[in-house]
Structures are given as C-alpha cells and as structure tokens.
C-alpha cells in the first residue's frame, strides 16, 4: 500500500519537468549565479558548485531515495570531491521537494563547519524559494555559503578556481 506521503511525493516531481526550472531558473539567471560564484571565490579558498535539479526520476521516488541521499550523489558524480585541498561545496535544489541541500567536502566541513551554518545557508535560500524568488535566494544562498567558508576557512591555502562556476543544471 502506498502511502498518501509517498503519493504527493510522486505526483509533485511526475508533474514538475524541466519547463518549470527554465522558468525559475532562466538563462539570464544562471548567468548571475555563475558570476556570484566567481566573485565569491576570490574571497575564500572554497569552491562552490550550484546544482538544480526539476524533480527525481519515478524510480528514485518508488525507492523512497531522499534529497540528501540524491545531493550527495551528485557531488559524487560531478567531482564536486575532486579538489587539490578537498575544498569543494555542492548546493543542490531539488524544485520538486522544495528542498536545498549542501554537502560540503572534508577539507571545509565535517567537525571544522557546524551544521547550523550550512542549515542555516539552506533554509535562507528555501524562504526566498517559498516567496517565488528564487534569483535572490540562489544569490543569498552563494553569499551565505561564501561567508560561512570565509568565517571556517581550509586550512590549506587557495589552489586556484578547480572547479567550473556554472551551475550543473540536472
């Protein structure tokens, strides 16, 4: 028996496609987010990538797969990880769950990042997101996490932009 839960769960991400995140997310905006990021990263040794991703596909739903679970492969399979100093950080905006979530590698989380700082990155960009105004919150978002890398720095110095700053758009 599938659960009423369950059931919103696949009827939200079966009717949100991929014109729903050009409209909240239009070239013009994805432009700015790939300059927020640029700009923020000469501020701090971090790397930030931002990812949006409409909705999971039926089978990840039918599997009950959570958005940290789905954010966390993400940053597997774009190499988020894959920096000199283990300095990288994934946003990740699941539409469909209205969910954000950030994963951030060891070299800038685990015991040296608390997990009020990134929750507190992640529910400012979901009010934004609430009110309609995704723009800003992604902007809010990139800023906040800038902050939050720039107050808990690695301890290791810049390696250079690593990473791309465009946003992964999934």
Same mark, same amino acid.
């Given at each position: ?25 239009? @070239?013009?905006?994805?432009?700015? *987010?790939? /300059?927020?990021?640029?700009d923020c990263e $000469? !501020?701090? +040794? ?24 789905r ?12 920096t ?11 539409? @469909?769950?209205?969910?954000v979530? *950030?994963? /951030? ?5 685990? $015991? !040296?990042? +608390? ?20 723009e ?7 800023g906040a ?8 720095p ?17």
């Amino acid at each position: 028996m599938v659960s009423m839960t369950t059931f919103s769960r696949w009827l939200r991400h079966g009717c949100t496609g991929s014109w729903q995140r050009r409209r909240r997310f239009p @070239a013009g905006t994805l432009a700015r *987010i790939e /300059a927020a990021i640029r700009d923020c990263e $000469a !501020r701090h +040794p971090g790397e930030i990538r931002f990812a949006v991703e409409a909705a999971l596909p039926l089978s990840a739903i039918w599997h009950g797969t959570p958005p940290r679970a789905r954010a966390l492969q993400v940053f597997a399979e774009q190499g988020v990880w894959d920096t000199e100093h283990n300095n990288g950080v994934l946003i990740y905006v699941l539409l @469909a769950d209205r969910d954000v979530e *950030i994963v /951030a590698d060891r070299g800038v989380g685990d $015991a !040296r990042v +608390p997990a009020s700082e990134w929750e507190s990155c992640c529910r400012l960009m979901e009010a934004a997101f609430r009110e309609d105004h995704f723009e800003q919150g992604a902007l809010a978002g990139i800023g906040a996490v800038a902050a939050v890398l720039a107050k808990y720095p690695p301890a290791r110095p810049d390696a250079g932009n690593e990473l791309p700053d465009q946003p992964i758009v999934l």
